[in-house]
């Protein structure tokens, strides 16, 4: 125990990204630059936290998970993390084939996609609905503004996503990735095409069920319960809104493939992705990260070389692209706070508190990295 403190204490003192005040059993110490920009105050519980640290990210993410450490702003304490990161960087690389072998991601074929989707969007549509918007829509806005409320955000990026496909009455949309409906009643609302949407949760076809028939849309909208490799047909128009993430790095070829497969000749395809900077793709591969243990099962992002490399291979050129990059922030820090706001009643909807400690630290993982 005293070994692993001593290491973990060693490591905090060459932090120079922000300044960190570790309180132990009424002891205080200093780490980091005074006066920095990023500042944080951790309080450790438990001693045994000690040795589950030297894990990384996966012993930090249980110990607070387990309560063994608090924090009075996990958003800064992941930034301060991440913008220490290229300090080890040559430690990351050179540890990646023992990795590989340690730390075996599995394959995301059809039968484990539909059980790794249902650990995470089959827990509930009550429990989304506590910090999503009244769209219910899981994904970057579009922030064209940090003044707009999140609900006018996400009805920016629906109309941006429905401009870019050009989508007129004549069309007839494929979307991979239902979410729960909120695009696929949009675009057949607002431009009267005929939209086919297929997911592998239960719990999200259910609820988009119910939400295009609330719409009046239920002539236009059809809800699969399909994986994207059983899909068949032809459309004029293709979308997926952050799914690549879970279709597992095996698998992305395979992806881009069966949407050239199921695109009209000349059809437009939009695909909105969370990216990874190439030089951390094949450490993204080879991970188990706190993300994709905990809440997103074998999920991997692309970087936007695999993405223009697979679309290649598929046949489909890039005719366009932006970058939602300063939305995203904006979007995280939304769901947290509604999240935080709304602790009381996802308490009340059953889950413990070690579920939400997991919540609010997945929330505040992904906004400050």
């Not at 988009?208 to 128009?237: H, I, M, T």
């Amino acid at each position: 125990m005293r070994l692993a403190r001593a290491i973990v204490l060693s490591g905090l003192r060459r932090v120079h990204s922000g300044r960190v005040e570790l309180v132990e059993n009424g002891e205080r110490l200093l780490f980091g630059p005074e006066g920095a920009e990023l500042a944080v105050r951790i309080e450790v519980h438990d001693p045994a936290a000690w040795r589950r640290f030297l894990r990384g990210s996966h012993g930090v993410a249980e110990t607070y998970l387990d309560g063994a450490w608090d924090c009075d702003d996990l958003v800064s304490l992941v930034r301060i993390g991440a913008r220490e990161v290229p300090r080890i960087d040559w430690l990351r690389r050179a540890l990646l084939p023992l990795r590989r072998l340690l730390e075996r991601v599995p394959h995301n074929t059809i039968g484990a996609s539909r059980r790794h989707i249902a650990a995470h969007y089959d827990l509930g549509n009550e429990l989304f609905a506590t910090f999503l918007d009244e769209t219910m829509t899981y994904s970057c806005a579009a922030f064209d503004t940090p003044e707009l409320t999140l609900r006018e955000a996400q009805e920016a990026k629906l109309e941006r996503v429905c401009r870019k496909l050009d989508l007129g009455p004549g069309d007839h949309l494929l979307e991979i990735g239902t979410g729960w409906g909120g695009l696929a009643v949009h675009a057949a609302l607002n431009y009267g095409c005929q939209v086919t949407t297929t997911t592998i949760s239960r719990e999200q076809r259910e609820l988009a069920q119910q939400r295009v028939v609330e719409a009046g849309v239920a002539d236009r909208v059809s809800v699969l319960l399909e994986d994207y490799r059983d899909l068949s047909g032809r459309y004029d128009k293709l979308v997926s809104i952050e799914m690549i993430e879970a279709v597992g790095w095996q698998y992305f070829d395979t992806f881009f493939r069966r949407c050239s497969e199921l695109l009209e000749p000349n059809g437009l395809m939009l695909l909105q992705a969370i990216t990874i900077d190439g030089r951390d793709y094949e450490l993204e591969k080879a991970a188990r990260s706190f993300a994709n243990t905990y809440v997103f099962p074998s999920g991997c992002l692309p970087s936007l070389e695999v993405i223009g490399g697979c679309a290649g291979r598929a046949h489909l050129t890039e005719v366009d692209r932006e970058d939602l990059t300063e939305s995203y922030p904006i979007t995280l820090r939304r769901w947290r706070e509604n999240f935080i706001a709304a602790r009381h009643r996802v308490a009340e909807l059953g889950y413990d508190e070690r579920f939400r400690r997991l919540w609010a630290l997945y929330l505040c993982w992904c906004e400050g990295g």
